[in-house]
């Protein structure tokens, strides 16, 4: 006859037994309904796809013959977003307004201004995506909250839908916005940005006086990658001696004004390298045939990166042949190797 458990030992490894077992029935269920419902949702979403893509294709490309468009269920609202999204990024002209006015006939700018407030994170960026592309003005008040908000992606693709909505107003709103979020790449804002690029030259020209160091840097490179030019005044303030090694590299780079050739030839001898090399850089494309000295003095520069930008900037000169530049190599022995590479990129022998 078995006696029950009575060390208490032996019943809490039983006890402790019985519930890692009933934790792992009830894992097992759970991941069986999550792998359940999203078989399911695939299901659905290929059915909806074979039915509504070969329709909202003959809308846009035989728009005159085109059968009826299908009845919208219940619920299919957020599927036709999905895929008439995805459309929408590889048509442009005609075929997008086509598809955009198949989807105002079906009421989706209402069902995308709902997603913007009440949706998940996927469904709110496909109502994102769509106020973009619809160029809804209603959604305006959602997508600045969006563009504001702390998560990445919904904010920078709120701010895209801006400027597609209205240009000008979102350049007002978003360059505050643009120099203070890290998270925003430089690169890709300045690509969504190129339609309000006027209104960011003015406004850039206003405000960069008045930015902080972090700020000031970010605004920089904006105005880099939008290929804004700057006024000289607002840059030839920046083009100090005291201002951070980050800030002197952005100016110079956008100082590609004959009227800033002098200031920037100053640089040559700043005490940070990166400054120099940027300065010789520069002096590539602004120099003069009495500029000559000072840059070929930078092939002795103590920094291998100076000296190769110096070698560089030489051989881009229009004034300055071959046989010019392989007199150098005489004069100054540690940048023979560069000078003798230049050469060789650019054919001169």
């Known amino acids: 006859m078995s006696r029950p458990l009575s060390d208490p030992y032996l019943i809490a490894a039983f006890w402790t037994g019985v519930a890692a077992f009933l934790?792992?029935?009830?894992?097992?269920?759970?991941?069986?309904?999550?792998?359940?419902?999203?078989?399911?949702?695939?299901?659905?979403?290929?059915?909806?796809?074979?039915?509504?893509?070969?329709?909202?294709?003959?809308?846009?490309?035989?728009?005159?013959?085109?059968?009826?468009?299908?009845?919208?269920?219940?619920?299919?609202?957020?599927?036709?977003?999905?895929l008439w999204a995805y459309l929408q990024e590889s048509l442009r002209g005609d075929a997008a307004r086509l598809l955009n006015e198949t989807a105002l006939r079906l009421r989706i700018d209402e069902t995308a201004r709902a997603l913007l407030v009440r949706g998940s994170r996927t469904e709110r960026l496909q109502a994102v995506l769509a106020a973009g592309y619809l160029r809804d003005a209603q959604a305006w008040e959602a997508l600045v909250a969006t563009a504001r908000s702390s998560d990445s992606l919904l904010s920078v693709n709120a701010a895209r839908a801006l400027v597609r909505i209205n240009p000008l107003r979102a350049a007002n709103g978003l360059l505050p916005l643009v120099v203070t979020r890290a998270d925003w790449d430089i690169g890709r804002v300045a690509g969504f940005l190129a339609e309000a690029r006027q209104a960011f030259w003015l406004l850039m020209a206003k405000t960069i006086p008045l930015l902080q160091l972090q700020e000031l840097q970010r605004a920089?490179?904006?105005?880099?990658?939008?290929?804004?030019?700057?006024?000289?005044a607002t840059l030839a303030r920046l083009l100090q001696p005291e201002q951070p090694t980050g800030v002197l590299q952005a100016a110079l780079r956008l100082s590609d004004s004959p009227g800033l050739a002098e200031q920037v030839l100053r640089f040559l001898s700043h005490p940070e390298a990166a400054v120099r090399e940027q300065a010789v850089l520069q002096m590539g494309r602004l120099s003069t045939p009495s500029d000559l000295p000072a840059l070929t003095g930078m092939l002795d520069d103590p920094a291998w990166p100076v000296r190769m930008a110096a070698a560089r900037a030489l051989a881009s000169l229009p004034f300055l042949g071959s046989s010019a530049l392989e007199a150098l190599e005489q004069d100054h022995p540690q940048a023979v190797d560069m000078l003798r590479q230049v050469r060789a990129e650019r054919g001169l022998g």
Do not use: K
């Open 220 to 232: 920089l490179l904006l105005a880099e990658a939008l290929r804004i030019q700057l006024p000289e």
């Open 23 to 82: 934790l792992t029935l009830t894992l097992v269920g759970v991941i069986v309904f999550l792998r359940v419902r999203l078989r399911l949702r695939e299901r659905r979403w290929d059915r909806f796809v074979a039915v509504w893509r070969p329709a909202l294709l003959a809308a846009i490309l035989d728009p005159g013959s085109a059968p009826p468009l299908p009845d919208l269920r219940p619920g299919e609202s957020v599927l036709f977003l999905r």
